[in-house]
Structure formats: C-alpha cells, structure tokens
C-alpha cells in the first residue's frame, strides 16, 4: 500500500469508464485514464484545475504510474512480483527509450521535461515489492523506513514537476508524505488486517496491550481505541512539522499542497469523530470539511507565524518523532471530539 490513494478529479480525455471500476485483468496493458478511474480513495484531493493543463497532465501521469503499481502489489492475481519487475524493467525505457506499457509511456513526456530523477519511481516498486513479503513492522523506525519507500517519493515528485525540490522543500515534503502514509494506515486498519497485513508497529501494540486477533473483531475495545488515538496525535505531530512547506512554495501550487495537508487533517479529524473505533470501516470526511480544511491551511500559510515557520524550515527539521517516548499516551479510552 503506497500513499497514492488520491482524488483527483475530472480525468483529461480518454476512455470513459465508471469511477471505482475495477481494473480490466492485470492491467499493466491499461490507459492511465482507466487505472485512475479505477481508484476509489477520496482522502486527500489534489486540484488540478486550478493548474495549467501541462502541469495537469504530468500531475496525472505521475499519479497513474504511482497507481498501477499499488494496485499490483495489492490487488493483482498471479505473480505479482513478476508484474512488479516486468513494470521496472520497461520503466527503465523511460530515461532511455521508448517503454511498452501505456502507463510508463505516459511518463516518457513528464520526466522529460521536467528532468525527473528515476529514483522516487523505483523507490514506489520497492514499496510494493516488500508488502508482498514483509506483513508486519516491529518498531515505528522500521514504519518511517518504509514511508521513504511508499509515501515520500510522491511528494518528491510533485515539486520536481513544479520545479521547486530544494533540500529543505523535500524534507518538508517528506514529512507531509509520511504523515500523510500513516493517517491512511490508521484509517484501513480492518482492511489492511483482512489482506493479511499490519501497519500498526508492534512495539504499540504491546505498549497498549493489543493483540492481533484484536484487530479483528466488528469494533474496536478501549485498548484499541487509545492505540488509535496515539497513531492519530502521532500522525498529526509529524503533518504539523511538514505544513510549513505549503508557505514555502507560491502561486497555485500552494493551493495543491494545502490540499494534501487540509486533507490529511480532515481524515484525522473524521478517525477522532469515530471515537478512534477504526474497525467499523475507514472512517472518513466529507468532501465539504476537507475542503474547508484546505482552505484553513491555505489562508494560513500567509499568517506571520506561518511565515516564520517556513522560513525556519531552511535550517532544517528535528528529527523526525519515533517510538512512544515522545508523546505521551492518551489517559482516557479515545474519547472523540
């Protein structure tokens, strides 16, 4: 699972199809439009209208590749490792060539010009290459590690489009990413626990006294709900220390990324609403509160305090929070708001 569940509006051109249709069989033969319509995730929107058409077009083909490849590694019958490496091989034509499947074909003109590194799009293969292996994560650094591989590379991707991804813009990113990977964990819990995978750290679940097979039972119990509540001020911690990077960048790009980060506090904001009882199914936000979200996050990146924040983000970030020492549990048993 890879932080590519977005939406992402109306596609440009293409076949028409239903949105959340499922992908036609292995889809590595499938348009970018078709596997885009194929993705139902609605947590965190990105606005390509407000942007010029070329920049929407390469913010589609980025998305489409990052797309297919999640729906390979997490929904593909047969080998799917063997898809992954036939989809990285042909990737590799991208930068030298002309590639096979439409959906790398769709990249040759976005990482062209905009001089994309490889790196970001290898990096997503080997997020979905280890979910076909590694099903669990002992501690909340191995978490983060595998964010540099699933969420990251995304975020990485966008301002190379934008041609903005200085050092300190990709480590404010990075964080937006990372917060952005967890809060999608925290919310597909059931999900992710029928598919076989955890992406709640053990050393959490011991700490809170959960065990796996709490995981799946109809509603969560009060010592899942306080496990929930830290994820959540976890997760809103590291979004925090990332959102000075929406005052950071300028013009209409400031808007997309406000986006991502109203979203992802939208989405914390519906798992408290839920009273943290992320059994019962992924809870969500209405597309009103994560617009309005949005444009809180948007404004206030203009505020004076937000400005001396981006321009302290140039120094550097702390390190990134991990394990539970640093926050403190929640005393009560998930009381949401």
């Known amino acids: ?33 078709d596997v885009l319509r194929a993705a139902s995730a609605e947590n965190f929107t990105v606005s390509p209208l407000i942007l010029p058409a070329r920049q929407r077009q390469h913010l589609f083909a980025i998305y489409g590749f990052a797309r297919l490849v999640d729906d390979i590694g997490d929904e593909a019958t047969g080998d799917r490792l063997a898809l992954l490496d036939a989809l990285e091989v042909d990737l590799e034509k991208v930068w030298a060539g002309m590639p096979t499947f439409p959906i790398n074909q769709a990249l040759v003109p976005t990482v062209r010009e905009c001089a994309l590194d490889p790196e970001p799009f290898h990096r ?51 964080r937006v990413c990372t917060a ?33 097979e709490d995981l799946a039972r109809p509603s969560a119990g009060p010592a899942v709900r306080d496990l929930m509540a830290f994820q959540v001020l976890r997760a809103r911690r590291i979004l925090d220390e990332g959102t000075p990077l929406v005052g950071r960048v300028n013009g209409r790009l400031r808007f997309v990324l406000a986006g991502f980060v109203g979203g992802g506090r939208a989405a914390l904001d519906a798992i408290a609403r839920a009273r943290f009882d992320v059994l019962r199914g992924a809870p969500t936000a209405p597309k009103t509160r994560i617009a309005r979200y949005g444009a809180a996050v948007a404004l206030g990146s203009a505020a004076p305090s937000a400005r001396r924040a981006a321009r302290a983000a140039r120094s550097g970030l702390p390190p990134l929070v991990t394990g539970g020492g640093i926050i403190a549990k929640p005393s009560g048993h998930g009381g949401g708001e």
């Open 124 to 174: 997503l293969v080997a997020a979905n290459r280890q979910d076909q292996f590694v099903t669990r994560y002992d501690t909340f650094d191995d978490l983060l590690r595998y964010c540099t591989l699933s969420a990251d590379p995304v975020g990485r991707m966008v301002l190379g489009i934008f041609g903005v991804d200085t050092p300190d813009r990709v480590a404010l990113s990075d």
């Open 1 to 33: 699972m890879t932080a590519s569940d977005a939406k992402i509006g109306p596609l440009p051109g293409g076949p028409t199809g239903a949105s959340g249709a499922p992908l036609p069989g292995v889809a590595l033969h499938s348009s970018p439009q």
């Open 180 to 212: 952005l990977q967890i809060v999608e964990h925290c919310q597909d819990v059931a999900e992710d626990f029928a598919a076989g995978r955890i992406y709640l750290p053990r050393e959490d679940l011991a700490n809170f006294g959960v065990r796996e």
